[in-house]
C-alpha cells in the first residue's frame, strides 16, 4: 500500500501557494486603483472649463446617455436621461468647476436605481480618469506610473 501523506502534503501546499499569490494580486490591485481614484478626484486642470467640458459631454454620450435640456447652452451642469439596462437604470449629473481662474475640475456623479426601487448615488472615477487621460494624457501616465509602483510594493 501506498503511503498518501507526501501528495496530499504537496497538494496543500501548492493551494496554500496559489491562495497567496491571488491574494497579493488582489493587495496589488487595489492599491493601484486606490491611487488612481484619489489622484483622478483631486486633479484639477490647467485650462479652462471651456476646453474640458466638451470631452466630459462626449464620455456620457459614447456610454449611452443622452443629455437632459438644461435650458442653458453654456452651463457647466448636465443631468442625463435615465438609460435602462438588465434589470436597472442609472443617470448621471456632471459638474464643470473653476476652482480659479484658468482652471477646471470636472465630477461625475452616477445614480443608480434597481428594480426594486433601491437608490444609490456614487461618484464615478472611472469616468473621471478616462476625462484625464483624454485632456491631459502627461499627468495620467504621472498618476498611473506612481499607481503601478504602489501596486509593485503592494504584492
Not at 86 to 110: A, H, I, W
Not at 119 to 126: A, E, N, V
Request: proline share 3%.
Amino acid at each position: 500500500m501506498r503511503c498518501r501523506t507526501p501528495r496530499i502534503s504537496l497538494t496543500l501546499l501548492l493551494l496554500a501557494v496559489v491562495s497567496l499569490s491571488a491574494c497579493a494580486a488582489i493587495r496589488a490591485s487595489r492599491a493601484r486603483n486606490a491611487h488612481l481614484q484619489r489622484k483622478t478626484q483631486q486633479h484639477v486642470y490647467d485650462q479652462p472649463c471651456k476646453h474640458v467640458w466638451p470631452e466630459a459631454r462626449r464620455i456620457l454620450f459614447k456610454a449611452g446617455y443622452s443629455v437632459k435640456d438644461t435650458g442653458r447652452a453654456r452651463s457647466m451642469t448636465v443631468e442625463t436621461e435615465w438609460k435602462f439596462e438588465n434589470d436597472e437604470r442609472s443617470r448621471y449629473l456632471v459638474q464643470g468647476m473653476q476652482p480659479s481662474e484658468g482652471t477646471c475640475k470636472v465630477r461625475f456623479e452616477r445614480m443608480e436605481e434597481s428594480e426594486s426601487g433601491y437608490t444609490s448615488t456614487s461618484r464615478d472615477w472611472q469616468l473621471e480618469w478616462q476625462l484625464l487621460q483624454r485632456i491631459d494624457p502627461q499627468a495620467a501616465a504621472k498618476i498611473r506610473e506612481v499607481a503601478d509602483q504602489k501596486a509593485a510594493r503592494a504584492q
